[in-house]
């Protein structure tokens, strides 16, 4: 299995910045995939950003609302994920949530997981 941890929500006010984090453990063999989700009160849950990596490259996607604001980046040594929000805007505050998608040894196999952190609380507000 995989477990992640996040940190780094919290209150902000707008145009202030903040740092998410969220590292993954357990017996990884590879991680395919992190990213980050976000969900509003009364809204479905929405991709933030997500990252790749093909050998020396990263492939990173963004939702539109947040292009030019904010950066995901990885640490593979550390099994880490990070999101540098910048900007923020009210319309950001909601629970975020960190998604790894991993091969991890499990039963003498590698098997695939999908695996969602616990969220945290951003809040941009005056």
């Known amino acids: 299995q995989v477990q992640l941890v996040e940190s780094g929500g919290g209150l902000v006010q707008p145009g202030g910045s903040l740092r998410l984090s969220c590292a993954a453990s357990g017996r990884i063999w590879k991680i395919n995939l992190m990213g980050w989700y976000r969900q509003a009160p009364g809204k479905q849950r929405e991709l933030v950003a997500t990252i790749t990596s093909g050998g020396s490259t990263n492939y990173i996607n963004y939702a539109d609302s947040v292009k030019g604001r904010f950066t995901i980046s990885r640490d593979n040594a550390k099994n880490t994920v990070y999101l540098q929000m910048n900007s923020l805007k009210p319309e950001d505050t909601a629970v975020y949530y960190c998604?790894?998608?991993?091969?991890?040894?499990?039963?003498?196999?590698?098997?695939?997981?999908?695996?969602w952190g616990q969220g945290t609380q951003v809040t941009v507000s005056s």
């Open positions: 998604n790894v998608l991993a091969a991890a040894w499990s039963n003498g196999a590698v098997r695939e997981y999908d695996t």
